[in-house]
């Protein structure tokens, strides 16, 4: 685990024990995938996802015989599939009962996955270029900093190598989020950008997610986001966005909840 501070710790054990109990109840991010999804991509039939939608092969490239990092994003979804397709896979994740998912369809289906557990802003079990691709499918929001993320992929990837990563749009974290939102569509602006459920929610909005085990969320400006990609090193040469297929309050009506980004380390 990581060096930070003991209030970021706590984070990190809060969002640790939400995780775990998001793989309980198998919400939509921790149900493995299908046998016969597994069976497809052993024939070159496979997608994964930044976004709900497919993620453009242009991408990806050709990942057999790849190393790739599957970056806090266990599940039991994206790193078998790649597996399935001849990459040679790690995934690394925060939850051990997320990680388990992934084992889970590696036992079944007769993959190879290696499993670590860890913070995604400490990769130092990894030696320098040791992927050549990193999938960061939208998962930074829980933790308080980034760069250190950007970072450590930059380090971790090989010369030539691909940080392929997505987050929220920042925009969403400024209004109040309610249902009755949706129901009238009214957006009411509350919060400024970068967000942080720890600074920005009262002590009894606060007191209520630390109590349902709900995570921690923290809404990420577009210059930490993006710019902090730049500065580690990276050369951006590829972005889309892209709407929420359900829009869960008002404002996802309006913009695009997601972005892609794909990053080179030259």
């Known amino acids: 685990m990581s060096n930070h501070s003991s209030d970021q710790y706590d984070v990190l054990m809060h969002n640790q024990t939400a995780w775990d109990l998001e793989a309980d109840r198998k919400g939509p991010w921790s149900q493995p995938v299908a046998t016969e999804t597994v069976a497809f991509a052993r024939r070159g039939d496979w997608k994964v996802h930044l976004t709900p939608s497919p993620l453009a092969t242009d991408w990806l490239g050709k990942v057999a015989g790849k190393e790739i990092l599957c970056l806090a994003s266990a599940g039991g979804q994206q790193a078998p599939v790649l597996a399935a397709a001849g990459a040679k896979v790690t995934v690394f994740d925060l939850s051990s009962k997320q990680l388990a998912k992934d084992a889970e369809v590696a036992v079944r289906d007769g993959l190879t996955l290696k499993i670590v557990q860890g913070d995604m802003r400490d990769l130092s079990i990894f030696s ?5 691709l990193i999938l960061h499918p939208i998962s930074n929001q829980y933790v308080p900093d980034i760069q250190s ?11 030539g190598g691909v940080l392929l990563a997505s987050f929220f749009n920042p925009v969403l974290f400024v209004a109040a989020r309610s249902l009755a939102d949706v129901s009238d569509d009214c957006i009411r602006l509350r919060y400024k950008v970068p967000y942080s459920d720890i600074a920005d929610l009262n002590t009894e ?10 995570p921690l969320i923290f809404g990420h400006d577009l ?8 500065l580690a090193g990276f050369v951006i040469d590829g972005f889309f966005e892209e709407y929420h297929p359900t829009p869960r309050f008002a404002l996802e009506r309006y913009v695009p909840s997601f972005i892609a980004t794909r990053a080179l380390k030259h």
């Open 128 to 132: 320098d270029g040791s992927f050549d």
């Open 149 to 159: 993320v950007w970072n450590e992929s930059y380090r971790v990837l090989r010369k």
């Open 205 to 214: 909005e606060l007191t209520n997610k630390r109590e349902r085990s709900a």
């Open 223 to 230: 210059q930490t986001q993006i710019g902090g990609q730049i």
